[in-house]
């Protein structure tokens, strides 16, 4: 199973970026998807999950309204698009599908994992 994450860059505050993850595993489409985030030496914190059929979606406080968390099937592919980027969204994003096609923020659900993606934003 291969997760690859994409999309990672240098972006000012305000700037957007949009992450992908492409997805080798053959239960993909049955499958919730999710996104989190990790500062070096802090946790790895939820960011937001989408259902397997993409019917539902779910956000930490903390991207409401400025992420959008959406997936592909047909291309075995999840997105994370982040708009209004500010400093405290610099992190390592790693995508990460789970054992359920519920959405989800527990990590522990969420059993493959891709290799992360940096994004830094400047202020």
């Known amino acids: 199973v291969q997760l690859q994450a994409s999309g990672g860059g240098l972006v000012q505050t305000g700037g957007s970026l949009r992450l992908s993850c492409a997805d080798s595993?053959?239960?993909?489409?049955?499958?919730?998807m999710g996104w989190f985030r990790q500062v070096p030496g802090k946790e790895r914190n939820f960011v937001a999950s989408i259902s397997w059929d993409g019917g539902r979606t779910s956000y930490a406080d903390s991207v409401k309204g400025r992420f959008t968390i959406s997936r592909d099937n047909a291309q075995n592919t999840v997105y994370l698009q982040m708009n209004s980027l500010k400093p405290e969204d610099t992190a390592v994003y790693y995508c990460?599908?789970?054992?359920?096609?519920?959405?989800?923020?527990?990590?522990?659900?969420?059993?493959?994992w891709g290799q992360g993606t940096l994004v830094t934003v400047s202020s």
């Open positions: 990460a599908q789970s054992n359920s096609g519920h959405v989800s923020g527990r990590r522990y659900e969420y059993v493959y």
């Open positions: 595993e053959r239960t993909f489409s049955s499958s919730a």
